[in-house]
């Protein structure tokens, strides 16, 4: 039987990679991935695009690493919460008020998937209480339960540890030969530009400055890393000592239409 859909991310996520992955495609390494280690996992198309048989996703926020967990887990009850969700204005506010800290888990995940697929332009973005503020999308059907790739995507994380923590934990994972992808919030290219509110705390210059340590000491440990951001003098600075390959991004998620036009960023890498 020939499956009609492939695993693909279930959320739409600022600065998701899964229009550019053919770009990326013909730089990946050119062996075969036996763990996969990504520690700003966000919607994960590399995740989903690559299908390692091992893998270690990380991310700081703790509403998308439960939501992954529970997909894992407990995808079942989660079919069945988010059967009872509606798309109205009145309802939607409701659900955005709830704590999710208070929830359990499985409720917590239906909470999450549903915003995302009913908030305006499904922009995940919180205040710096961290606490979800993005305003209702008002769309007219909103396709919030994608069976399918859930049930794919459930299959593929079995394989998969779930870590929430700060991307330095990566190094707790990392062994030779494994492929490290990274996929920080990007430098800002203006002071004006900057979005990186994916949870309560900003990812600041000296985060870059941080995760560019990261990469060296995996770079040490014979890891194969691969590193998306922008194309900023900064980048190109802090990692000049690497592989350096410009691509064009449209960027999706953007209050403005005129921001949302051809980028270029960098695809750094410490291979060939």
Known sequence: MVQSIKPAPLIKWAGGKGQLIFQIGPFLPGRTIKLYLEPFVGGGAMFFHLQPPKAVLID???ELINFYTVVRDSLESLLVKLAGHENSKEYYYRIRALEPEAMDPVDRAS???YLNKTSYNGLYRVNKKGRYNVPFG???NPRIIDRE???LANGLLQNSVLVFGDFSSVLDFSEPGAFVYLDPPYQPLSRTSNFTSY?????SEQD????AKV???LDERQCFVMLSNSDTPLVREIY????QTVLFARRAINCQATGRGPVSELLIRNYG
């Open 240 to 243: 000049s000592a690497y592989n």
């Open 111 to 113: 909470r999450f998937l």
């Open 208 to 211: 870059q400055y941080r995760l």
């Open 60 to 62: 700081n926020n703790p």
């Open 199 to 203: 949870t309560s705390e900003a990812f």
């Open 149 to 151: 790739r859930l049930i």
């Open 215 to 217: 990469f060296k000491e």
């Open 138 to 140: 008002r769309y007219k």
